[in-house]
């Protein structure tokens, strides 16, 4: 992560307190702007570590490991998708 070297890092947050929005799949945390940081769960999987807040220029990083974020569902699980029957059309 050298990129991250040259980044303006406002603060470090540990991910226990942060806001988990299960969702959205997303951690939140207040921004002295008002709105909040936000870092979706698939990029801190990806060892990303930097959350931005959508509304001003400031950045945190967020401190956590691996092992302890939500894990993901199940491959097999098909989630809230439900299967249906395609009819034929007949005129």
């Not at 890092?9 to 940081?37: K, S, V, W």
């Not at 220029?57 to 098909?78: A, C, E, H, N, T």
Request: with cysteine; hydrophobic share 30%; net charge negative.
């Amino acid at each position: 992560m050298s990129d991250d070297e040259n980044l303006s890092i406002y603060d470090e947050i540990e991910i226990e307190d942060m806001t988990f929005d299960e969702a959205l799949q997303m951690y939140h945390y207040p921004c002295p702007c008002g709105d909040r940081f936000q870092i979706q769960l698939d990029d801190l999987r990806d060892e990303e570590d930097i959350a931005v807040c959508p509304s001003c220029s400031l950045m945190i990083r967020v401190i956590f490991d691996l092992d302890d974020l939500p894990k993901p569902p199940p491959s097999g699980d098909s989630g809230s998708q439900i299967p249906i029957a395609a009819r034929e059309h007949r005129e």
